[in-house]
């Protein structure tokens, strides 16, 4: 199978979403956490920082909900709507491709928020709001520029992909510093 080279314009169009969202997700994580007009509730223990998470963690499962309605309404309005029919798969790729990129984007989230809220102090549990709203914004700006120009979802992909790396890596840097038993019961 040979490999065909992405283009120098395709790479700066790639490139110049990544940025932006590098921008973005900077600007909202830090304007937000120290301006937003919000403040959490009091979160005394792990349990409560968990389910405030879970809790937050429902809007960015409305984005796989979304996305699934996308390849169902897509169905319903083409030849798609039989499977087996000629053209079919060609009418619902496209929104498929974001169902499966959402449903990957999603399961790295849940696991990634989760771990991080059960490190986090209750001042940095205003990041889990601000990280939804990055993640849900990342995937509506995916689909639309998906449908725009497959390049053009270089900056939802971004917004939601490098706020998850960043809170991975601060994941993995509480569980070096602080230990895998990092307040868990000793009883």
């Known amino acids: 199978m040979t490999l065909v080279k992405s283009t120098p314009q395709q790479k700066g169009h790639v490139l110049q979403g990544a940025i932006s969202a590098v921008i973005v997700a900077v600007?909202?994580?830090?304007?937000?956490?120290?301006?937003?007009?919000?403040?959490?509730?009091?979160?005394?223990?792990?349990?409560?920082?968990?389910?405030?998470?879970?809790?937050?963690?429902?809007?960015?499962?409305?984005?796989?909900?979304?996305?699934?309605?996308?390849?169902?309404?897509?169905?319903?309005?083409?030849?798609?709507?039989d499977p087996t029919a000629k053209g079919a798969q060609a009418a619902t790729e496209l929104p498929q491709r974001i169902v499966q990129n959402t449903l990957e984007q999603l399961l790295v989230s849940v696991m990634v928020k989760l771990v991080l809220a059960s490190y986090l102090t209750q001042d940095g549990m205003k990041f889990i709001p601000l990280l939804t709203l990055l993640f849900v914004v990342g995937r509506i700006t995916f689909c639309v520029g998906y449908f725009i120009s497959p390049l053009r979802r270089a900056f939802g992909f971004a917004l939601t992909t490098l706020p998850l790396i960043l809170s991975a890596a601060t994941c993995i840097f509480f569980t070096m510093t602080r230990g895998i038993s990092h307040e868990l019961s000793t009883k």
């Open 27 to 81: 600007a909202v994580l830090s304007i937000g956490y120290y301006y937003a007009p919000f403040s959490v509730p009091e979160m005394p223990t792990v349990f409560d920082r968990l389910v405030f998470t879970l809790r937050c963690l429902l809007f960015e499962v409305l984005t796989l909900i979304a996305a699934v309605q996308l390849v169902a309404r897509t169905r319903f309005q083409s030849v798609a709507i």
